[in-house]
T-cell receptor
Framework: KAGVTQTPRYLIKTRGQQVTLSCSPI?????VSWYQQTPGQGLQFLFE???????NKGNFPGRFSGRQFSNSRSEMNVSTLELGDSALYLC???????????????FGPGTRLLVL | GENVEQHPSTLSVQEGDSAVIKCTYS??????FPWYKQELGKRPQLIID?????GEKKDQRIAVTLNKTAKHFSLHITETQPEDSAVYFC??????????FGKGTRLHILP
């Protein structure tokens, strides 16, 4: 079975631009969750999608949004990029709910975003 | 707001000894506590988790304990090996809500 894939792997943007990241879950997995990882803040939860619906959301501004398609693939969008958005963005997939459901999750390799 | 404190931030143990990492959480409604291991340059990996209705869970050399009254949970690694060197993150989550991570513990296994 193929693992979780994320595209692109690396991205350089400038302040004010927007970016869309993609995550393809393991086949059959219905939950996709997104995380931001930085040296200063560590791992932070962005949101979780299940069956095309956002189940929950972390403490991030409205510039961070996402969606999930009928094939469970998910995209994350960040608008009006700021320097502080430079980070590794990870997604993870699980069979059922992650948050509260306690399902085993598998992470993708991440997209490293640099905002100049 | 919700918070997860993790200690220590760095831990060095001799190979073969045990390592213990502790986390405390603030929201008493938290009911799921996963632990992740992240080796240098690699993606995080869920290594063990525990639900609020269980006090302890073991998987070979790894165990997690939960004290709901004190709102803390711990990761125990016995007979440590070089491949245990990594950053370990604890987390706490509430049903249908967000998941909060600790800041991480960098574990060094000394030869």
């Amino acid at each position: 079975k193929a693992g979780v894939t994320q595209t692109p792997r690396y991205l350089i943007k400038t302040r004010g631009q927007q970016v869309t990241l993609s995550c393809s879950p393991i086949s059959g997995h219905r939950s996709v969750s997104w995380y931001q990882q930085t040296p200063g803040q560590g791992l932070q939860f962005l949101f979780e999608y299940f069956s095309e619906t956002q189940r929950n959301k972390g403490n991030f501004p409205g510039r961070f949004s996402g969606r999930q398609f009928s094939n469970s693939r998910s995209e994350m969008n960040v608008s009006t990029l700021e320097l502080g958005d430079s980070a590794l963005y990870l997604c993870a997939s699980s069979l059922f709910f992650l948050v509260g459901g306690g399902e085993t999750q598998y992470f993708g390799p991440g997209t490293r975003l640099l905002v100049l | 707001g919700e918070n997860v404190e993790q200690h220590p931030s760095t831990l060095s143990v001799q190979e073969g000894d045990s390592a213990v990492i502790k986390c405390t959480y603030s929201d008493s409604a938290s009911n799921y506590f996963p632990w992740y291991k992240q080796e240098l340059g690699k993606r995080p990996q869920l290594i063990i988790d525990i639900r609020s209705n269980v006090g302890e869970k073991k998987d070979q050399r790894i165990a997690v304990t939960l004290n709901k009254t004190a709102k803390h949970f711990s990761l125990h690694i016995t007979e440590t090996q070089p491949e245990d060197s990594a950053v370990y993150f604890c987390a706490a989550s509430i049903s249908n809500d967000k998941i909060i991570f600790g800041k991480g513990t960098r574990l060094h296994i000394l030869p």
